[in-house]
């Protein structure tokens, strides 16, 4: 599977951004962020429906993820950014939806992209 992701910047607290993540195969799809010095955080998936999403607890009521599977694409919405949000985030894929949720990971990564977030 091949992963691209894109739609990273620098942008103010409070701002939006979106970020795609084109993704062939059918595989359910989330994202993982990771802070300098910090562990790799769980983020959001989508399963290969597009009917179960699940979030982490940190961005829960202010990301949402989609899926538009015309173009095999994935979409990240990012709503009230903060600075905590800084990071470098990650496009993942996995057979297994529950690899995302569990702590396992997942099986394919893509290059990250960075998103940073000014107070």
């Known amino acids: 599977v091949q992963l691209q992701a894109s739609g990273g910047g620098l942008v103010q607290a409070g701002d939006s951004l979106r970020l795609s993540c084109t993704a062939s195969?059918?595989?359910?799809v989330g994202w993982f962020r990771q802070a300098p010095g910090k562990e790799r955080e769980f983020v959001a998936v989508?399963?290969?429906?597009?009917?179960?999403?699940d979030y982490g607890d940190s961005v829960k009521g202010r990301f949402t993820i989609s899926r538009d599977k015309s173009i095999n694409t994935v979409y990240l919405q990012m709503n009230s950014l903060k600075p905590e949000d800084t990071g470098t985030y990650y496009c993942?894929?996995?057979?297994?939806?529950?690899?995302?949720?569990?702590?396992?990971?997942?099986?394919?990564w893509g290059k990250g992209t960075q998103v940073t977030v000014s107070s």
């Open positions: 195969g059918r595989y359910a």
């Open positions: 989508i399963g290969r429906g597009s009917g179960r999403t």
């Open positions: 993942a894929a996995d057979e297994f939806y529950s690899d995302f949720v569990d702590g396992t990971g997942a099986d394919h």
